[in-house]
C-alpha cells in the first residue's frame, strides 16, 4: 500500500472512531441514559451532599436527585464550574467549612477520589490517593461530629480492590464476607472505609459502596474500548482473569435501593449494625476476554489482537494487578435483599450504550 493509501486507510479508521465516540459524548446523561424517571429515593424531600457530584457516577446520581425532588449539595474543587454544569440547580461549595453547623443535612454521599489508574504507584502517588479519600473522608466526618442535625446516613464509595486479587484459575466468588489482602489497593479501601465508619459514632447509618467496574459512557470504559474501537481488540494478558462490573443505572439504582433500606431501620426503631457493606457489581460476572469479544461484537469490530502482560507490568508497576488479575465477586448483599438488576448481563449492558 502507497503512503497515501495508508493515510487514507488510517483516516477512515481514525474517523469511524472518532463518530462512535462522538455518538457516546452527545448523549446526555439524562433520563435516556442515568436513573430511571420514576426513580425515588425517599417518600419526603431531603437535602443531599454529594461529594465528587462531577464525576462520572456523581453527574447520573446528583441529576437522579433532582428529578426526584431533593435538593443537593456539591462539595467541589470548582464550584462555579460545577454550579454551571448542573444549570444553577446545585448548591456548590468549595470546602466543608462552608456549611455551618446548623445546615440540615440529611445524606451524605460521598463518592470523591483521584483516580487510581493512572501514574505508576509511587510513594508520592500513594499519599495523593489515600489523602483524596481517608484524608476528605475524615473531614466530613469531623463535619458530622459538630453538626446540630446528623444526616441518617453516610453512603460512602469503595470499591472491590478491597478484595485485593484473585489469581488466574481461582474459581472461588467473592462476597462481603470475603477478606482484604495486605496489598496497598486492599488496604486503601479498608483504611476508607473505617475513615468512613467512624460516623457511626454519631448515630449515622454507613454503608459502603464496594463499585466494580461501573458501565457507561463515563468512567474508565471509553479508555478500555478504544483498541476496540480501534479495531484492535483482543485479549490482554490471559484473558482469563475475572472482570466484575456494573452498569452505572444499577449504581443509582443500587444507592436508593442502601437509602430505602436504611430510612426503614430508621423508622421502624430496630437497631441495626451501623456499618454495611455492599457488593455494587451486577450478577454476572466475565473474563476480561469474554468482556472484549462481547464489546467487540456490539460494536462490529475484529477481537483477535492480543496485548501481552510484561509490556503492562513494565509500565503500571504494582498497578498491573488492576488489569492482569481480577476477582470474582458476587451482590451476595443486593440479591439478598431482593434488588433487581436492569442490566444483569454485559452484553444488554453495552447495547444500552450504543
Known sequence: ?????????????????????????????????????????????????????????????????????????????QPEEAARLFDGKVRCIAAMDALPAGCRVDVVVNLAGARI???RWTAARKAALRRSRIGLTRRLVAWIAGARHKPFLLLNASAIGYYGIQRIGDGSVLDETSPPQAMFMSDLCREWEEAAGEAARYGVQVECMRFGLVVGRGGALPAMLLPILL????????????????HVDDVVRGMAHRWRHALAHSLDGASPDRRGATNFTAPECVTQAAFSRTAAGIWRRPCFIPTPGWPVRLALGEQADLLLEGQRVAPRRLEGEGFVFRYPGIEEAFASLK
Open 231 to 246: 479495531g484492535l481488540g483482543g485479549r490482554l494478558g490471559s484473558g482469563r482473569q475475572w472482570l466484575s462490573w456494573i
Open 117 to 119: 489508574l493512572g501514574p
Open 1 to 77: 500500500m502507497n503512503t497515501a493509501a495508508h493515510a487514507a486507510s488510517h483516516g477512515v479508521r481514525l474517523s469511524g472512531l472518532a463518530e462512535v465516540l462522538a455518538a457516546m459524548r452527545r448523549k446526555r446523561i439524562g433520563t435516556e441514559d442515568g436513573a430511571a424517571p420514576d426513580l425515588s429515593f425517599d417518600t419526603q424531600a431531603r437535602t443531599v451532599l454529594v461529594t465528587g457530584a462531577t464525576g462520572f457516577i456523581g453527574q447520573h446520581l446528583v441529576r437522579a436527585l433532582l428529578r426526584d425532588g431533593h435538593e443537593v449539595i456539591a462539595l467541589s474543587r
